[in-house]
Structures are given as C-alpha cells and as structure tokens.
C-alpha cells in the first residue's frame, strides 16, 4: 500500500547519488581537494548552496551546480536528503535553499520585465557559485556582475575552465546573460564599489542587486554599510533590490558565523531610501512551489504565527527566513503602484 493509500503523506523518492561526469576528471578532483584543504566555512558555503540546487535538480534547472558543489559537499547533503526521505520528515534537507532559489529566479525575471527590456545591469553581492548568468534566458539583455572573495571567484573560473577541457558537450558553459564580469572584492570593506566601477558597473544604469545567501554573514555595521550604497542609487537610477534576511533567533543557529539579522526588514528598508517592499516568508504563495507535501510542515506552523512572536509553543525559537524585495527610483513616475505587483506576481 502506498502512503496516499493508507493515509500518510506520500514519501518522497530520491534518485540514489550518481558522480555527475564533469566532477569525474582529475582536474576537478584536485581543484575540489584544494577547497576541502584551503577554504574557510565562509568559502564553503557557496559550494554548500551550489549543492542544494544540484540535489533539488527536479524543480532548479542548473546543470552547472555539480561541477561547483563538488563530490563531497553532494554527498553529505544526499546523506541527509535520504535520511529525512526514510524518516518521512515533514521538510526534506535543502528544501528552504530550493525555495530561496527559485523565489529569486522568479523575482529577478519579474523586475527585468518591469523595466520593459530597458538596459539593466544585475549585481550578484557573494555570488558564491551562483550560475544564473548561464541558466536564466530572462538575463539576455543584461550586463551581470558576480562579486565575491577573490579565492572564490578564481576558483570558480578555473572550475569552469577545467570542464570546458575535458567536456564536448559545451552548451551549458555558454553564457546566457549579454555579459559576465567577476569582480573580487571584499563587501565588508569600503572599496568595492569602486572595484565594481572599473568593471564596467554603471551608477546610473537600472540595477538589479542580488543579496542571496550574504547579509547574515556580516556584523551589523557592516551590513547596514552596503544596503545603505544601495538604497542610496535610488535617488539616482531605478533600483530593485532583492534579498534575504534572517531574524534574530536564527543567527543562534550558528553563533560563531550568522551576525546581521532583522526582525522588521520591512522597516528598515523604507527607512534607508527604498519606496516599494515586500516581505515574504516561506511557504506564502510566493514562496511555495509546491515544495512542501505534509501541510503541517513547520514553515506553516511559523506563518501561522505573528512575526513578533520568538518562540514557538514547544519552547523552540521561532527561526525565520525573510525573503524581501525592495525598489525605489528618483522619478515617481517611474514607480507606479503597480511596479511591485508586477515583481511580486
Ligand atoms: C552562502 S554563500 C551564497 C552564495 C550564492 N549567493 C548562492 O546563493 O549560492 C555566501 C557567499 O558569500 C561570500 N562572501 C561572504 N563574505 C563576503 C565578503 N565579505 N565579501 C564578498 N563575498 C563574501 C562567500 O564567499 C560565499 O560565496
């Protein structure tokens, strides 16, 4: 009898883990090796994501994320993914990283379709192994600029160097966005912008900025810094940003990595220069996908619950992911009312 059968929700079948053949080459091997031996847990965290996405390969098309992840960091999360399926766990490992993707995918190609294929420039802050410039078709007329640490970067370009060599099946190495540039910097410090300058960033070109994955890295101070640089373009050009916050009780989930996070993301933007937000949690409806089979998964027990509640009924933190995007322009004209229901369909 199935599970739908005698009552229980449906478990989830995941296909058993199989070496994707671009990690296979002993140039891979060895580059995957060095991020085992060399990077810190900031560094890995981008393969961490790239991970989530190749597992979850039934909903994100990204046929790059493999090559990024790397043998090991597909491994544990499969482990886990595998682990949940048996135990018919109610969220399955990865689950929240395929939504956040899939919600700024949706976001992302909303915003350039607001600007009615208009010239727009995309900034990925801690692109990490993000490999939209490649996947997204939305990104065709826009000039994307991927910005991480410089080991990060390096090593991602020689990972896709490395592929290139040993595959003939070259079409998901070619770039989809009109162009690509890596600009290595360190966000936390205060010449960044600058660096993004002399890549070809224009200041008074319509941006798109992405903010996946990076905020809660940074101390307060830090990350207040660069959402001020962006909020302040808005008095310069149209600016959309798209981000994702965690709340205070999150940040305990690791004490000695998460810092920044905020409870009212959606006041604190309008308070640095943004006219236009919106705030989703997982699981709304645009922050669903259809990803969640057990209704009383915990992200509908969280929404059930009022923001400014910390603490569940169980006793345990009540730990959130905002997912929020944000938009302003120095002309009012250019931000109809309906500008936000457009990005927010
Ligand atoms: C969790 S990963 C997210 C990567 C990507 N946005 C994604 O969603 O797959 C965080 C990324 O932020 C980068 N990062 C962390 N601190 C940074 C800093 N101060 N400056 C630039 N990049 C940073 C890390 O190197 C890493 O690639």
């Known amino acids: 009898m199935s599970g739908e059968e005698n009552g229980l929700p449906e478990v989830p079948k995941w296909p058993e883990f199989k070496l994707p053949d671009l990690l296979s080459t002993e140039a891979v091997r060895q580059l995957h090796a060095t991020i085992e031996k060399e990077w810190d847990a900031l560094q890995r965290s981008a393969c961490q994501t790239a991970a ?11 046929p790059l994320a493999d090559l990024l992840a790397g043998e090991s960091y597909l491994r544990s999360l499969h482990e886990k993914i595998k682990k949940d399926c048996t135990n018919n766990a109610s969220e399955i490992s990865g689950v929240i990283l395929a939504v956040r993707t899939l919600w700024f995918d949706s976001k992302l190609e909303a915003a350039l379709h607001s600007l009615h294929g208009r010239e727009t420039q995309v900034v990925l802050l801690g692109a990490g192994m993000d490999a939209r410039a490649y996947r997204l078709s939305c990104l065709k007329e826009s000039d994307v600029f991927e910005v991480d640490l410089p080991e990060v970067l390096h090593m991602k370009t020689t990972l896709l160097q490395a592929a290139m060599e040993s595959t003939n099946e070259h079409q998901h190495l070619k770039i989809m966005a009109k162009s690509l540039s890596r600009v290595a910097a360190d966000i936390k410090g205060n010449d960044w912008l600058e660096k993004l300058k002399i890549s070809g ?20 101070s830090q990350a207040m ?12 050009t149209q600016t959309f940003l798209l981000a994702d916050f965690m709340n205070k009780p999150s940040t305990t989930l690791s004490n000695s990595i998460f810092h920044f996070y905020s409870d009212w993301p959606d006041h604190l933007l309008p308070s ?7 705030l989703s949690q997982i699981g709304d409806p645009d922050a669903h996908f259809g990803l969640f089979h057990d209704p009383s998964n915990l992200f509908n027990k969280l929404r059930s619950l009022p923001r400014s509640v910390y603490t569940n009924p169980d006793g345990t933190p009540c730990c959130r992911l905002y997912l929020v995007q ?5 002309d009012q004209t250019l931000e109809p009312a309906d500008l936000m229901l457009k990005i927010s369909t």
């Open 52 to 62: 989530g996405r190749a597992l979850w390969k039934h909903v994100i098309h990204d």
């Open 326 to 330: 944000a938009s302003g322009s120095p």
């Open 272 to 278: 640095l220069g943004f006219s236009h937000v919106k």
């Open 201 to 220: 960033y224009v200041p008074e070109k319509n941006t798109v900025w992405i903010l996946e994955g990076i905020l809660y890295y940074l101390t307060h």
């Open 225 to 236: 810094q660069v959402l001020k640089i962006i909020a302040d373009k808005c008095t310069t």
